[in-house]
């Protein structure tokens, strides 16, 4: 005999209820990640923002270690300070870079035809041309003009991230609590703890990468003097600036100054192309070390999957600032994920 007892009112109503809930859950998580989506860049607004207070706050423990200043005072330095050295370096240098970044934009393209032209004396080159389409290559080359003509006049676009930093620099308690407060009362210790590590792990991050910017800038400014190499200013500045983004930046940055090199000749372009892989040789066996030792080892196949999947998602902020929030994620997963488990097994 079949039993009927599941096909009662009662079994079918909460068949129905249970469907509701299920795709009522299903909805909710799609508009959640719907919200996400539209509002990345703003979440990566504001870790730019945080990134820069966290900037000042570093500086200001700098200043207090070694002055007898209170913390408002050496806040009021570090953020001072810091917009009066950046206007000073743009006074006495901004102009002339900004003449060399538009010279390097505009003779760009005659640049790479050079190239193409030289290269197609070889048989070999000439067949690796043919089978790049003309449309291809001349979207690289646009790629380029903008990005030459638009990474120091975008820095009139970024003034939010500005006023965000300067906001989570003169209350950083008011932010830290309310995330805290977020957190039911027995775990709040435990965020404070987390909080704590994230600001020591991205200082110790911003810090190295700042001596590594200024010191790869330095080198290239000099050994580019050196070779002879026109422009050699507006090129320092982009090789600073862009090894800020590990793996891909020094790359983007050699480019323009192989191609400067092939002006003169094949063997100027190939001592350019050696002098940029020493100075980041240097770099990645000196300073590297010392900013990892200051947070946490990032896996380099990790990080490059991370560079991927954040310019996917956001372009150039999200390549940028992959690095970044990368190491977020891996301070998360330890403190709240791998520690817990580990207490969990030791109290068992």
Do not use: H
């Given at each position: 005999m079949i039993s009927t007892e599941n096909n009662s009112p009662e079994s079918n109503n909460l068949y129905i209820k249970r469907v509701f809930i299920a795709a009522g859950i299903v909805a909710l998580l799609?508009?959640?990640?719907?919200?996400?989506?539209?509002?990345?860049?703003?979440l990566l607004m504001v870790l730019a923002g945080?990134?820069?207070?966290?900037?000042?706050?570093?500086?200001?423990?700098?200043?207090?270690?070694?002055?007898?200043?209170?913390?408002?005072?050496?806040?009021?330095?570090?953020?001072?300070?810091?917009?009066?050295?950046?206007?000073?370096?743009?006074?006495?240098?901004?102009?002339?870079?900004?003449?060399?970044?538009?010279?390097?934009?505009?003779?760009?393209?005659?640049?790479?035809?050079?190239?193409?032209?030289?290269?197609?004396?070889?048989?070999?080159?000439?067949?690796?041309?043919?089978?790049?389409?003309?449309?291809?290559?001349?979207?690289?080359?646009?790629?380029?003009?903008?990005?030459?003509?638009?990474?120091?006049?975008?820095?009139?676009?970024?003034?939010?991230?500005?006023?965000?930093?300067?906001?989570?620099?003169?209350?950083?308690?008011?932010?830290?609590?309310?995330?805290?407060?977020?957190?039911?009362?027995?775990?709040?210790?435990?965020?404070?703890?987390?909080?704590?590590?994230?600001?020591?792990?991205?200082?110790?991050?911003?810090?190295?990468m700042m001596i590594a910017m200024v010191l790869i800038a330095v080198l290239t400014f000099i050994g580019l003097s050196i070779i002879g190499i026109p422009m050699a200013l507006a090129l320092a500045v982009i090789a600073g600036i862009l090894n800020f983004i590990p793996n891909f930046g020094p790359l983007m940055a050699m480019v323009p100054a192989v191609l400067l090199g092939f002006v003169d000749s094949t063997q100027t372009a190939i001592i350019v192309a050696a002098l940029y892989i020493l100075i980041q040789t240097l770099e990645s066996n000196i300073i590297t070390p010392t900013i990892q030792r200051r947070m946490i080892n990032l896996p380099p196949a990790l990080l490059i999957i991370a560079q991927l999947l954040?310019?996917?998602?956001?372009?150039?902020?999200?390549?940028?600032?992959?690095?970044?929030?990368?190491?977020?994620?891996?301070?998360?997963?330890?403190?709240?994920?791998?520690?817990?488990?580990n207490n969990e097994e030791n109290n068992n």
């Open positions: 799609a508009i959640v990640i719907l919200i996400v989506k539209v509002a990345f860049n703003v945080t990134l820069i207070a966290v900037y000042f706050n570093g500086l200001a423990d700098v200043i207090e270690r070694y002055t007898p200043l209170g913390r408002r005072a050496c806040m009021l330095i570090s953020v001072i300070g810091t917009f009066i050295i950046v206007g000073l370096l743009f006074w006495f240098m901004g102009t002339k870079i900004q003449q060399q970044v538009s010279s390097l934009s505009q003779d760009f393209p005659a640049l790479v035809q050079k190239l193409q032209n030289q290269i197609r004396q070889y048989p070999l080159g000439a067949k690796m041309l043919d089978k790049i389409s003309g449309d291809d290559s001349q979207k690289v080359v646009t790629t380029a003009q903008n990005f030459f003509r638009t990474s120091f006049g975008v820095l009139g676009d970024i003034y939010i991230i500005i006023f965000l930093g300067i906001f989570f620099t003169v209350s950083p308690s008011l932010y830290k609590n309310g995330i805290v407060n977020l957190v039911p009362k027995r775990g709040q210790p435990k965020a404070k703890q987390v909080i704590d590590r994230l600001s020591f792990v991205l200082k110790g991050w911003l810090k190295g954040m310019g996917t998602l956001s372009g150039a902020l999200g390549i940028i600032l992959a690095t970044p929030l990368l190491a977020i994620t891996m301070v998360l997963v330890e403190e709240l994920y791998i520690k817990y488990n």
